[in-house]
């Protein structure tokens, strides 16, 4: 059994420690994802904490499939859930790109840092022209790392469509960030 078998377990049996884990090891993916989702860091929150309740509830009817996208599934069905009962009204402002920074942990050092804040900026002002399904397929592969089959299952579409527009969605983000920095285009420099 894995550590996170393990854990999930100890939370089905009603370790409130064990859930204290669980929640602080995967809430900053869920809020990352609730906020590429949503694009308001107050929504990604509340969102966040619907699908730690939706978790915390469905724990007895967990299957034992992998925990991850499950855990995903839940959150990105909650995102999908508040933009529905939003669809009356506008969002109040689009995502800045600065607001990028709020996700960043501590790590390398000032200039390295802000080289890579700049990028991943870059890259998420690009994103955010997307379509939405190129936008949420890069979400889920390159961002959150699930496989191709785990984000078939997840969007309920055949593996060879989720591949066939992830590549497309790739080549709409390279061009998009080319088109706001055409520099990298000449120095081939990594996202």
């Known amino acids: 059994m894995t550590d996170l078998t393990v854990l999930v377990d100890r939370c089905r049996d009603g370790d409130q420690l064990a859930w204290e884990g669980l929640v602080r090891r995967f809430q900053g993916r869920v809020y990352s994802l609730a906020f590429h989702y949503l694009r308001d ?11 730690f309740i939706r978790v915390y509830n469905g724990l007895e009817r967990y299957s034992g499939e992998t925990f991850v996208p499950w855990l995903l599934r839940i959150a990105r ?5 508040r933009l529905r009962r939003k669809s009356a009204r506008p969002p109040a402002s689009d995502l800045q790109a600065d607001q990028a920074d709020e996700l960043q942990a501590p790590g390398p050092g000032p200039e390295e840092s802000l080289i890579r804040d700049a990028r991943q900026a870059m890259v ?3 994103m955010a022209g997307m379509s939405e399904r190129g936008r949420e397929i890069i979400l889920l592969k390159e961002i959150q ?11 309920e579409q055949p593996v060879g469509t989720v591949k066939s527009r992830s590549n ?3 080549l709409e983000l390279a061009k998009r960030v080319l088109a706001l920095e055409p520099s990298y285009g000449a120095n081939r420099g990594t996202l």
């Open 124 to 126: 998420y002002r690009a």
């Open 145 to 155: 790392g699930l496989t191709f089959p785990q984000i078939a299952e997840m969007l």
């Open 77 to 81: 069905n909650c995102c999908l859930d």
């Open 41 to 51: 860091a107050d929504e990604a929150r509340d969102a966040s904490q619907e699908t």
């Open 168 to 170: 497309r969605a790739r």
